[in-house]
């Protein structure tokens, strides 16, 4: 035996790398790496292998053929774009006069915090076309600030109008506490993706990634000030946003009908998200008396539940230990055979079963914890 086989040997990197690209190991790819690895969501650097046709043979004698070890994903850089800033009145409105003749169009948020309710709007990207995008700097005078809002708010309000985003419902309601409500028809990239694959990530760096191939801007740190990014980097990030909704609605539009989800998505997804942000910005009206009540009731109901358990059980136990909870139906009360084979006699000890009376009690107490 050849010992110095045995010992531990550097990986391979390229397989390796192979290897993290084909299922998508973006976050350990870069660990190993470093940030300039990509995993890919399925884009790849090169083009996929040409079919050849099937001997029923293997040949042993030929290297396997490798992967490509980096994804083709593209940047801003790369991508030829046409962000603009919106400074003066006057280019406001002519902002506000393309919006209102194409009748749809994207719109992201750049707040001061993640907070709808304590947050100040710095600024609003809108996308009308695909690789273009308007940034709207709002000034920094509040009754200055609040009268663009409102001008640029009107369009939300009305129903002929479209509206996309990802994540709009945070969105709206960032607009809702400075005053805006919306009416529009409502197409949020996130929601309709976690309608398709509801199983997979729904974030816009995971959506524009699989689907587009494009890396977007890395998001800024919860609670970083706006002030330490540049004036480029926030108008790039703002309207990068917005211009990937937009893409991404062309992506996902057709995906819902082939699906046949797009009535769901609309009458039922889409409508529900300003009757959310409504309900989180108007709030509940709790009657307290009556949930004390209730409480009171619950945990009296509780209480017989558990006399009923311990009579049948043969004394007190810790019901919320699986292990003694475990003695007493298995040990004690015999409830199922040592093979495993449920004994139906002995689950029936008078009117009510002791499984029926676990299952009551812990209804019960879950309703007391959401509304006790």
């Known amino acids: 035996m050849d010992l110095e086989r045995l010992k531990v040997q550097p990986w391979n990197e390229e397989q390796l790398k192979n290897l993290f690209v084909e299922f998508e190991f973006n976050t350990i790819g870069k660990r190993l790496f470093g940030d300039d690895f990509k995993a890919g969501r399925g884009y790849t650097s090169e083009k996929p292998a040409e079919r050849k046709e099937v001997t029923g043979e293997l040949d042993f004698t030929k290297p396997p053929e490798s992967a490509p070890a980096f994804a083709d994903l593209k940047t801003l850089k790369d991508v030829p774009h046409d962000y603009l800033k919106v400074r003066?009145?006057?280019?406001?409105?002519?902002?506000?006069?393309?919006?209102?003749?194409?009748?749809?169009?994207?719109?992201?948020?750049?707040?001061?915090?993640?907070?709808?309710?304590?947050?100040?709007?710095?600024?609003?990207?809108?996308a009308i076309e695909p690789h273009k995008a308007s940034f709207v700097e709002l000034p920094r005078?509040?009754?200055?600030?609040?009268?663009?809002?409102?001008?640029?708010?009107?369009?939300?309000?009305?129903?002929?109008?479209?509206?996309?985003?990802?994540?709009?419902?945070?969105?709206?309601?960032?607009?809702?506490?400075?005053?805006?409500?919306?009416?529009?028809?409502?197409?949020?990239?996130?929601?309709?993706?976690?309608?398709?694959?509801?199983?997979?990530?729904?974030?816009?760096?995971?959506?524009?990634?699989?689907?587009?191939?494009?890396?977007?801007?890395?998001?800024?740190?919860?609670?970083?000030?706006?002030?330490?990014?540049?004036?480029?980097?926030?108008?790039?990030?703002?309207?990068?946003?917005?211009?990937?909704?937009?893409?991404?609605?062309?992506?996902?539009?057709?995906?819902?009908?082939?699906?046949?989800?797009?009535?769901?998505?609309?009458?039922?997804?889409?409508?529900?998200?300003?009757?959310?942000?409504?309900m989180e910005y108007e709030g509940i009206r709790v009657d307290a008396r009556t949930l004390e009540v209730f409480g009171k009731e619950l945990a009296r109901q509780i209480a017989e539940a558990e006399k009923d358990i311990y009579t049948l059980g043969g004394g007190e136990f810790n019901l919320n230990s699986p292990k003694q909870l475990g003695d007493v139906l298995f040990d004690r009360l015999k409830l199922l055979e040592k093979v495993g084979v449920v004994c139906l006699p002995s689950l029936r000890h008078g009117p009510h079963s002791t499984l029926d009376i676990l299952r009551v009690r812990r209804y019960i107490v879950r309703v007391r914890r959401y509304f006790g």
């Not at 980097?233 to 893409?247: G, T």
């Open 141 to 278: 005078e509040e009754s200055e600030r609040a009268q663009v809002i409102k001008q640029f708010g009107a369009l939300l309000a009305e129903e002929k109008f479209t509206v996309i985003g990802h994540d709009l419902k945070r969105a709206l309601s960032v607009l809702r506490w400075a005053g805006t409500c919306s009416g529009a028809v409502l197409f949020d990239t996130m929601l309709a993706h976690s309608l398709l694959e509801p199983d997979m990530r729904h974030t816009l760096q995971y959506l524009a990634e699989s689907l587009t191939g494009y890396s977007p801007i890395a998001p800024t740190a919860e609670g970083n000030e706006l002030n330490l990014q540049s004036e480029d980097q926030r108008i790039d990030k703002v309207c990068e946003e917005a211009d990937l909704a937009l893409q991404l609605k062309a992506v996902l539009e057709p995906r819902l009908r082939e699906k046949k989800q797009e009535r769901v998505f609309y009458e039922i997804e889409a409508s529900l998200i300003p009757a959310l942000v409504e």
């Open 88 to 126: 003066t009145p006057e280019e406001r409105a002519q902002l506000l006069d393309r919006l209102r003749k194409s009748g749809r169009f994207a719109l992201a948020i750049e707040c001061s915090t993640p907070d709808p309710r304590q947050a100040c709007i710095t600024g609003i990207g809108f």
